[in-house]
């Protein structure tokens, strides 16, 4: 049995115990009953909060893409070389996806059975395409490989960011976000052999 | 309605059959009637070749951890220097990855719910400490770079690897097995920066 707990969130922290569940069951699976037990208040406390749990899904997407797409605005993002604003990118996104993880998770795992869901994957692609511009630069500039094909380039390097969610897990106390970052950021761009 | 088609399955494609429904369903999703369904033979029929869903499973899981056990064996991975051994590994990898597509990518989804699942995740966790101790002994002989950590190395490796069967298509005519394996090989051995 279940007792109703006095309702003191905010759309905020409902928001953590929803990605939350969403990550378990994930998004299809998961039910406003879901949300209400896990939460411990009932559905109408929910609905006080957001319009159901779509919005619950847009709220969570948008704090990893906005994340994400805010490293393009950073200085290092900006100026100097491609190559070198590439690196930045690719250290920054192993940051934010680690500071964010449960959202970046969750934004990865979005299908697009939804209107939502499909606006969260044109997001994403948006931001790959970002990054692949980028690395297309770099090329052009000559300071990365040209023996690579960018968007072959592109796929794997995502692959290996993205990875990162299926095994970091923050309370392990093993890498920090920034050693993790430090350590993709070598291997992209210097590789394992030591010269 | 389905019209039930004459038995003319082997036990190796009515496993090819099996691996699909698996891959688009998930496992724990699949029954037997679905099986039946997707091979278009009925239920008995399907018993007269295995012993049920689960032995389906393991001969899919064991077709792709034979597959990459035999990697070790190749000559390419035993002579040599230890750096040499892990880059014939980690191309023939994604060798083995891509013409075994199917098969891998169910074993990479096994969540360890039944005896064979634990049994092949116990598998891949031996495969994935084979490698690492390569990396290991490259580290040691100096041959690869001191400043990241082994095991978040053979991690971020693998993620990048794995991450091969979200995209890689056959059917759409793009980079071959073996150029997919070229590119992994040089981003992960010498990086992306011109040097």
Redesign the interface.
């Known amino acids: 049995m279940t007792t109703a707990k006095r309702d003191t969130y905010t759309p905020e922290t409902l928001l953590s115990v929803a990605v939350q569940v969403f990550n378990d069951r994930g998004y299809d699976g998961t039910s406003m009953e879901h949300l209400s037990k896990a939460a411990g208040i009932s559905k109408s406390s929910i609905y006080h909060h957001v319009s159901g749990k779509e919005e619950l899904l847009r709220r969570a997407v948008s704090r990893a893409l906005d994340g994400l797409f805010a490293i393009l605005d950073e200085e290092g993002a900006c100026a100097g070389r491609a ?1 070198d604003r590439l690196e930045h990118v690719v250290r920054r996104m192993v940051e934010v996806l680690i500071a964010e993880l449960p959202y970046v998770t969750l934004l990865l795992r979005v299908r697009g059975n939804t209107a939502t869901e499909r606006w969260a994957l044109e997001r994403r692609r948006d931001f790959d395409h970002r990054v692949a511009e980028l ?1 297309k630069a ?1 090329a052009a500039d ?4 040209g ?3 960018v968007r ?2 592109t ?6 960011i ?3 969610v ?2 970091y897990r923050p309370e392990s106390r093993g ?1 920090s976000g920034p ?2 970052a ?3 950021a ?10």
Chains 1, 2 share one sequence.
């Open positions: 190559v690395l770099a000559g300071d990365v490989r023996d690579v094909e072959l380039a796929r794997l390097v995502f692959g290996m993205n990875s990162i299926e095994w890498a050693e993790v430090d350590a993709v070598r291997l992209v761009f210097a590789g394992l052999r030591q010269a």
